[in-house]
Nanobody
């Protein structure tokens, strides 16, 4: 059974940093696009960043210049480095693998507050 497990969330002050990790099981991790999404209370889930199997990266305008997505195919991991965090970044962050149907992790809470 393929699974995605996120970690690294928590409470951070505005301007701080967090690094989210997503560990994937399964044998063909390198072939799939991977992404980070987030969902704030009362809002729809939205794309934060994704990285293709070939390493092409795409970011939401709201996080460009602050967040960096990366992947390590050997370790079957995808990361989201989040810097200069803002209160509006508060959300549950989900890892997604672009399989059919898409595979989601359970989510990790990120709270940005003073």
């Amino acid at each position: 059974q393929v699974q995605l497990v996120e970690s690294g969330g928590g409470l951070v002050q505005p301007g701080g940093s967090l690094r989210l990790s997503c560990a994937a099981s399964g044998s063909i991790f390198s072939l799939y696009n991977m992404g980070w999404y987030r969902q704030a209370p009362g809002k729809e889930r939205e794309l934060v960043a994704d990285v293709s199997s070939g390493g092409y990266k795409n970011y939401a305008d709201s996080v460009k210049g602050r967040f960096t997505i990366s992947r390590d195919n050997a370790k079957k991991m995808v990361y989201l480095q989040m810097n200069s965090l803002k209160p509006e970044d508060t959300a549950v962050y989900y890892c997604r693998q672009n399989t059919l149907p898409p595979l989601w992790g359970q989510g990790t809470q990120v709270t940005v507050s003073s």
